[in-house]
């Protein structure tokens, strides 16, 4: 059965274009419900206060480098969205006294304008907001190296291949409208993939690349980034792939209510937990990864039902 177009945009994949039955399925879950959808391979979290979720979310980076050594480094792959745990890391990293000589950090995305990485000064520049929130505020005696620092570029050489020796030791991310994780978005129905989005194991064998964004995505971050100005939004990006994800011993998805809605936290939450992955909403995917945590603050998962405004 040919699969419907997207209510959104018809030229690309996205939610719009599931089974009508798994629409239906994510509406009705409530917030016990989620937390029930919990198995193994892949666990709900629910915090009851800002202040305890972005702690939690701030210690995971805390928990990796206090895993790595000389003959063992170790990092951690953070995104920008959310951002509110980063002062809170480099406060806990001086609080601790400790030593990032033999950690690492992976920067998820970067924007691309012109066919270049967005430059540092630029407002939007990802790698900027890391070293602003985070790391120049570590006391210099316990900063991470500069070579230990991972932001993806125009040309991925250098960043695919610096997974190849320290150890992950999670993937942490943001959940966007499009039901993204870091700029893995639904492909365009193009070519191969016109009436049909490309299989599970083929997106999953995506490398850190550049990409389209999808026309939600652009809006989205104009939203949340630019005060809804869309045209200083670039519409490519360069994002860590699939297959470095699949490198991470364990993906942590935190959401507090502020990127995505009620419907689609609801949404990506029941395909993992049942294992319905699906390109056309790529967080799916991760119910093919082993270890997944999804991380909600209660207040903000609000219901999904008709209230008019």
């Not at 040919?2 to 009508?20: G, H």
């Not at 790595?68 to 006294?97: F, K, Y």
């Not at 250098?158 to 020796?165: D, I, K």
């Not at 294992?275 to 119910?287: C, E, N, Y």
Request: contains cysteine.
């Amino acid at each position: 059965m040919t699969r419907p177009l997207s209510k959104i945009a018809p030229d690309w994949w996205d939610y719009t274009t599931l089974d009508k039955e798994i629409l239906t399925d994510a509406a009705r879950l409530t917030a016990d419900d989620m937390l029930s959808l919990s198995r193994e391979g892949f666990k709900v979290v629910f915090y009851d206060t800002l202040a305890e979720f972005y702690l939690a979310e701030a210690l995971e980076y805390i928990e990796a480098w206090r895993q790595a050594t000389s003959d063992n480094p170790v990092g951690i792959c953070g995104p920008i969205g959310p951002t509110e745990q980063l002062p809170l890391v480099a406060r806990l990293v001086n609080a601790m006294d400790l030593s990032l000589k033999n950690a690492h950090f992976w920067g998820m995305d970067e924007w691309i304008i012109d066919g270049a990485e967005a430059p540092i000064d630029h407002p939007l520049s990802f790698a900027k907001a890391d070293m602003e929130m985070c790391f120049n505020h570590i006391r210099g005696e316990l900063a991470i190296p500069d070579a230990n620092l991972h932001f993806p570029k125009a040309d991925v050489t250098e960043y695919v291949e610096s997974w190849t020796g320290p150890r992950c030791a999670v993937m942490q991310g943001g959940q966007g409208d499009i039901k993204h994780w870091a700029f893995n978005d639904p492909p365009k129905r193009q070519g191969d993939y016109k009436d049909n989005p490309p299989s599970p194991e083929e997106y999953l064998k995506l490398n850190t690349r550049i990409v389209d964004l999808h026309p939600v995505t652009i809006m989205q971050n104009a939203r949340t980034s630019g005060g809804g100005q869309l045209d200083l939004v670039p519409s490519q990006a360069v994002t860590v792939g699939p297959v470095q994800t699949l490198k991470a011993e364990k993906v942590s998805i935190w959401q507090a209510g502020t990127h995505d809605n009620p419907f689609g936290m609801r949404l990506t939450t029941l395909m993992i937990a049942k294992k319905i992955p699906d390109a056309s909403t790529p967080m799916s995917l991760l119910a093919l990864h082993p270890n997944v945590q999804f991380n909600f603050y209660r207040d903000g998962i609000g219901e999904v039902n008709v209230e008019m405004h």
